[in-house]
């Protein structure tokens, strides 16, 4: 029992450490130019790195702006929402309901594909005709 409810603080630890990050976020606006600093990639190429959006799309997402939010990172929104559902399934798992088989999604084949799909994400978004994925 001991052991479950230590677990479970680190879930919790984790999540209020993601909380603390979104509140950040919708309290200080990072489509203020430098408010947070700049991408390292992007001033050392001047291509767009996947993450490249990613702040502004949390701050849209916080205002409920679905459709900024995605034109910021789509690929962000979708590991935001993807990120809060296995935060969510590894909590209750820690409680004793239902077991998320994590072991089946962190295999080398799921990492290599979020890899391929980063990098063509990657590639599309600084191309002209991808440039609707530019932030």
């Known amino acids: 029992m001991v052991a479950r409810w230590r677990a479970g603080g680190l879930a919790v630890a984790v999540g209020g450490v993601g909380l603390a990050a979104v509140v950040t976020l919708a309290v200080r606006d990072p489509h203020h130019i430098g408010s947070y600093g700049f991408c390292p990639v992007y001033l050392a190429t001047g291509f767009y790195c996947p993450a490249c959006g990613g702040l502004r799309a949390v701050h849209d997402l ?3 702006r679905v459709l900024d939010a995605l ?4 690929l962000g929104v979708a590991l935001v929402i ?4 296995g935060w969510l399934a590894w909590l209750v798992a820690t409680f004793g309901g239902p077991r998320l088989a994590v072991e089946r999604i962190l295999t080398p084949r799921w990492l290599s594909l979020g890899l391929v799909v980063a990098v063509a994400f990657t590639i599309v978004r600084n191309t002209a005709w991808g440039a609707w994925l530019a932030p």
């Open 71 to 74: 034109g910021s990172n789509a």
């Open 62 to 64: 916080t205002q409920l």
């Open 82 to 85: 993807l990120g809060g559902a």
